[in-house]
């Protein structure tokens, strides 16, 4: 069992930047592969970016290669995400979410085990 909080959503212009993080419960925080997703109003959920248990692999959405970087500090229990270059079209509510059982390549899909209630990101033009 997990419980996580995201928190440093917000309101920034086009070009501008925002650092996520994402806190979490309990002391398996490194047995979990991490990730962002997010949705924006009348779409899907979707991946952002995952990173795995010992931090050393990552996944990154292409629309957001390039221009977000996942990072985690287990000793800390958090897990960010740095969002550079924003766009308005990455405004959305993000997510984090852990996955305790998983292969790593499935983290590029939904069916985490464990959310937190979201953050909004909002990119104005």
């Known amino acids: 069992q997990v419980q996580l909080i995201e928190s440093g959503g917000g309101l920034v212009q086009a070009g501008g930047s925002l650092r996520l993080s994402c806190g979490a419960s309990?002391?398996?925080?490194?047995?979990?592969?991490m990730g962002w997703f997010r949705q924006a109003p009348g779409k899907e959920r979707e991946f952002v970016a995952a990173?795995?248990?010992?931090?050393?692999?990552?996944y990154y959405a292409d629309s957001v290669k390039g221009r977000f970087t996942i990072s985690r500090d287990n000793p800390k229990n958090t897990v960010d995400l740095q969002m550079n270059s924003l766009k308005p079209e990455d405004t959305a509510v993000y997510y984090c979410?852990?996955?305790?059982?998983?292969?790593?390549?499935?983290?590029?899909?939904?069916?985490?085990?464990?959310w937190g209630q979201g953050t909004q990101v909002t990119v104005s033009s």
């Open positions: 990173i795995s248990r010992s931090g050393s692999s990552t």
């Open positions: 309990g002391r398996t925080f490194r047995s979990y592969n």
């Open positions: 979410a852990a996955d305790p059982a998983r292969p790593w390549p499935d983290v590029r899909t939904i069916e985490y085990a464990y």
